[in-house]
């Protein structure tokens, strides 16, 4: 679904990106034999990545509904606070990240191999755990193979393009990119939080669960409809965005607490920054 692909390519191509400065640092300053330490954080990071979402979906399964729902929610607002973190972060250190991860290298290097590996393991690997947990706690209102499939596909596409960018194929102005996509992460949060609220009143964790704010379920409604919970318009939505027809006061409440103070921050004006350069 959307929110996954688009949780892929995000996090995707900030890996991509430190990644490559990491390497042209390397490259330019004639140390490409040191390249294969950067490569071996890169894979043990992605190991783990994808060793903790495993152990999320495994793990999950092996619990009564109740002991589900707790973890789905209780994850699920982790995960908000990751991604909410992480969009602010970018945010504020884009204009310096070159120059951070440079200086970082130089400090590693004095250090030794295994310090250059802990680099690229720490910096790549943040966002592969972020990416990890937060496609995890989207993916748990949709059923089949479409999340992790959307979020591969993000995934190759910002590997793509971090590679385009290294060679100079194409420029990109990154600054409007993550403004672009961090505001639509923002209202993605929104939902997997809200669906996160509903887990954990499911579970009992949390009061309200039939306290519904408004309810516009038609199961004869059109396939086009939000009404029809299993129309394509509806999965359309609650895939993409946790839409619901029937939701509760403490869910919607949720929702709106949170959209609109980090969406106005978000937008509030800031000193002008330069894209990130590779």
């Known amino acids: 679904m ?9 996090e995707g191509l900030e890996a991509s990106l430190i990644v490559s400065i990491l390497i042209a640092y390397l490259v330019k300053t004639g140390r490409r034999d040191q390249l294969r330490f950067v490569w071996l954080g890169v894979a ?3 190991a783990i990545s994808i060793a903790a979402g495993a152990m999320l979906q495994f793990t999950s399964r092996n619990m009564t509904f109740e002991q589900q729902e707790l973890l789905g929610g209780t994850l699920s607002v982790i995960a908000v606070i990751f991604v909410t973190w992480m969009v602010f972060w970018m945010r504020k250190v884009s204009r310096n990240l070159k120059g951070e991860l440079e200086g970082q290298v130089d400090n590693a290097l004095a250090l030794g191999p295994l310090a250059l590996v802990l680099v690229s393991l720490l910096a790549v690997g943040r966002e592969g755990l972020e990416t990890s947990l937060f496609i995890w706690a989207a993916s748990q209102s949709t059923t089949g193979p479409n999340p992790l499939i959307a979020a591969f596909l993000g ?5 793509l393009l971090g590679y385009l960018i290294y060679r100079g194929a194409i420029s990109i102005n990154l600054k409007k990119f993550f403004t672009i996509t961090g505001a639509l992460l923002i209202v993605v949060a929104a939902g997997v939080l809200a669906y996160g609220i509903h887990d954990l009143q499911e579970a009992n964790f949390l009061p309200g669960l039939a306290n519904k704010a408004f309810d516009i379920t038609n199961p004869d409604a059109a396939a086009w409809s939000l009404r029809n919970p299993s129309g394509w318009m509806s999965t359309l939505a609650k895939g993409t965005f946790n839409f619901q027809p029937d939701p509760t006061v403490l869910q919607v409440v949720a929702w709106f607490a949170y959209l609109v103070p980090t969406m106005a921050f978000f937008f509030a004006p800031t000193k002008s920054r330069q894209p990130v350069k590779v």
Do not use: E, K, P
């Open 2 to 10: 959307l929110a996954n692909f688009l949780i892929g390519l995000r």
């Open 44 to 46: 043990i990071a992605a």
């Open 155 to 159: 995934i190759a596409t910002s590997v």
